[in-house]
Nanobody, 113 residues
Framework: VQFVESGGGTVQPGGTLNLSCTAS????????LFWVRQAQGKGLEWIAG???????NYADSVKGRFTISRDNAKNTLLLHMSGLKIEDTAVYYC????????RGQGTQVTVSS
């Protein structure tokens, strides 16, 4: 199982970022997928998950601001983030499980004025 995340960067509060994750090594379209994040000095936090039938679930901390989606033809998991807050600053990972045990190398998102 391999994940490669991209799309992170630095934005101002209220800004928007789109993260992408390309996966390989497993039957992508048959698997639940997740985004987790880790702020400096804190543990991994599950923020979103999507089923094989595109049913999405979100942590309360991001609900209404983030949107998870998947493109099975491209083995790609996406995360659209809007209304970003300073507390969203973290390394973001895509993962095969909600605890992030199988995850990529991550992409840094920094929200700063």
């Amino acid at each position: 199982v391999q994940f490669v995340e991209s799309g992170g960067g630095t934005v101002q509060p209220g800004g928007t970022l789109n993260l992408s994750c390309t996966a390989s090594g497993f039957p992508f379209s048959h698997h639940l997928l997740f985004w987790v994040r880790q702020a400096q000095g804190k543990g991994l936090e599950w923020i979103a998950g999507i089923s094989t039938s595109n049913v999405a679930n979100y942590a309360d901390s991001v609900k209404g601001r983030f949107t998870i989606s998947r493109d099975n033809a491209k083995n790609t998991l996406l995360l659209h983030m809007s209304g970003l807050k300073i507390e969203d600053t973290a390394v973001y990972y895509c993962a095969a499980d909600p605890h992030g045990a199988q995850r990529g190398q991550g992409t840094q998102v920094t929200v700063s004025s």
